[in-house]
């Protein structure tokens, strides 16, 4: 009896190594005021202020960023960048604006190649602007609209169409720029 003692006593270790081997499934938590907690949720972010469609051999739909900018101190631009890399960049320029109202314009288009490298398509589009509130003092105003046109060139042919919100211009004033919240006087040639 004495060997069974001391067989089962030096066994023990071993089944206790042998039970820490074994996976059980793990003991249930009560429910605490934090555990019931919601996760919190990344906050929803505002729409991007214009909306793309191309199809053709540069298929996109979706959101894009948009800044308009002068061009050649009488015309308007729009630059949207997509964020896709086949189609990178779209700019839509209407050479003389003159305020809200339906334009021809010109088409720019950037897509990739199949080795990577930027390519250009041009087309024609026409362009609608809206202004939905007089521009204040300074000139700037917030547009608006939207277009459609077609395009051709190294990185492709096909169709666009989009529109566009909260689209902040401010054109030349007296042949200067304007900044924003300061009006620009002209430098006199003899001093300032």
């Not at 499934?25 to 949720?41: D, G």
Request: net charge positive.
């Amino acid at each position: 009896m004495r060997r069974f003692l001391i067989a089962g006593v030096m066994g023990l270790p071993l089944l206790g190594l042998a039970a820490g081997c074994r996976e059980e499934p793990p003991a249930p938590v009560s429910a605490s005021p934090a555990a019931a907690r919601p996760v919190s949720q990344a906050p929803q972010l505002p729409p991007r202020p214009a909306k793309l469609v191309a199809k053709g051999q540069l298929a996109y739909q979706g959101d894009s960023e948009l800044r308009c900018v002068l061009h050649d101190e009488a015309g308007l631009q729009l630059n949207m960048r997509t964020g896709d890399p086949d189609l990178p960049a779209v700019a839509v320029r209407i050479a003389s604006y003159q305020g809200p109202g339906s334009y021809q314009g010109e088409l720019f288009v950037t897509g990739r190649a199949g080795s990577g490298a930027l390519q250009g398509s041009q087309g024609t589009v026409e362009v609608t602007v809206e202004q939905p509130r007089p521009a204040d003092a300074s000139g700037a105003s917030v547009l608006a609209g939207s277009f459609s046109g077609r395009y051709a060139g190294e990185a492709g042919a096909g169709a666009l169409e989009g529109r566009f919100t909260r689209c902040f211009y401010r054109p030349l004033q007296a042949g200067l720029p304007q900044l924003a919240g300061a009006p620009v006087r002209p430098v006199d040639e003899k001093g300032p």
